[in-house]
């Protein structure tokens, strides 16, 4: 069964630092999601992608964080300056569509933790 | 954010038992309700949905109801087995927004 994947598993990184996290969405999806869950909180919503745009983004979302989508395979998470408060899971997600009856596929998340 | 909330951190039941899992929301204009599973280590995994203008869906042994007048769903498990234990989150979605709104997650354990 196809699945999303992401590398790496766990990216431990010092505050001030830049990092990329990497995502491998299902090769037929078009739309891409990046979520994140701090530790004991909830799964939040980042941002949404699609045709090398970015269709929605939340008020997490600030200037310290950018989407790409370098090749025909990957999509890639990049936080500029990280900070202490950015420790948390990231998950990547697709859609085949962006219909709201068209579930969002989750990769296992990066574990983030600035130090 | 408090629009989807599940109020019970965590729930056990007996194999075999039915498992049942709540979600409140506050906002009318939601359109979608989904339920995902989630095992350590792993991302969400989707499970079953429902469409706001119905008010059940059945996929094998699990079961959704959606009471809009309530603003309440619930996830039915029926027979729970022990490989159901993981931490269920109900999410939320807008036709007019991409992004999933999802509670705070329910641990559900399954005993032998």
């Known amino acids: 069964e196809p699945e999303v994947t992401q590398t790496p598993s766990h990216q431990v990184t010092q505050m001030g630092q830049e990092v990329i996290l990497r995502c491998v969405p299902i090769s037929n999806h078009l739309y891409f999601y990046w979520y994140r869950q701090i530790l004991g909180q909830k799964v939040e919503f980042l941002v949404s992608f699609y045709n090398n745009e970015i269709s929605e983004k939340s008020e997490i979302f600030d200037d310290q964080f950018s989407v790409e989508r370098p090749d025909g395979s990957n999509f890639t998470l990049k936080i500029r300056s990280t900070k202490l408060e950015d420790s948390a899971m990231y998950f990547c997600?697709?859609?085949?569509?962006?219909?709201?009856?068209?579930?969002?596929?989750f990769g296992p998340g990066t574990r983030l933790t600035v130090t | 954010d408090q629009q989807v909330k599940q109020n019970s951190p965590s729930l056990s039941v007996q194999e075999g038992r039915i498992s049942i899992l709540n979600c409140d929301y506050t906002n009318s204009m939601f359109d979608y309700f989904l339920w995902y599973k989630k095992y350590p280590a792993e991302g969400p995994t989707f499970l079953i949905s429902i469409s706001s203008i119905k008010d059940k869906n059945e996929d094998g042994r699990f079961t959704v109801f959606l009471n809009k007048s309530a603003k309440h769903l619930s996830l039915h498990i029926v027979p729970s087995q022990p490989g159901d234990s993981a931490v269920y989150f109900c999410?939320?979605?807008?036709?007019?927004?991409?992004?999933?709104?999802f509670g705070s997650g329910t641990r559900l354990l399954v005993r032998p």
């Open positions: 999410a939320a979605r807008m036709d007019s927004s991409y992004k999933l709104i």
């Open positions: 997600a697709s859609s085949e569509t962006p219909d709201v009856s068209y579930e969002q596929y």
